[in-house]
């Protein structure tokens, strides 16, 4: 097969498909909020349904993984560049 200007097309290989832990952290990289709150609702509901937790070992739980996530977001909140000074002469 050739492309327009005549020359042999390259081959194009599929993308492997991803590992079940890698499109998870994606999906945590890419909503750290949602994540945290998804992580201590199940951890919450869990508790309601027999998982064996104190209070304190579950405030523990919340805040290491608020404190973990809080990094993923600063990400999305931090400018990347910086503006100009409003009063800077041009």
Same mark, same amino acid.
């Given at each position: 097969?050739?492309?327009?200007?005549?020359?042999?097309?390259?081959?194009?290989?599929?993308?492997?498909?991803?590992?079940?832990?890698?499109?998870?952290?994606? =999906? *945590? $990289?890419?909503?750290?909020?949602?994540?945290?709150?998804?992580?201590?609702?199940? /951890? #919450?509901?869990?508790? @309601?349904? %027999?998982?064996?937790?104190?209070?304190?070992?579950?405030?523990?739980?919340?805040? =290491? *993984? $608020?404190?973990?996530?809080?990094?993923?977001?600063?990400?999305?909140?931090?400018? /990347? #560049?910086?503006?100009? @000074?409003? %009063?800077?002469?041009?």
């Amino acid at each position: 097969m050739t492309d327009t200007s005549g020359q042999p097309a390259e081959a194009v290989t599929p993308l492997a498909p991803r590992p079940w832990y890698v499109r998870g952290w994606d =999906l *945590v $990289a890419s909503e750290p909020v949602a994540a945290q709150g998804l992580i201590q609702a199940s /951890l #919450s509901a869990g508790m @309601a349904f %027999g998982l064996h937790l104190t209070v304190e070992q579950m405030g523990s739980i919340n805040v =290491l *993984v $608020a404190a973990a996530l809080a990094f993923l977001l600063r990400r999305s909140v931090v400018p /990347l #560049s910086k503006l100009p @000074a409003s %009063g800077a002469a041009d």
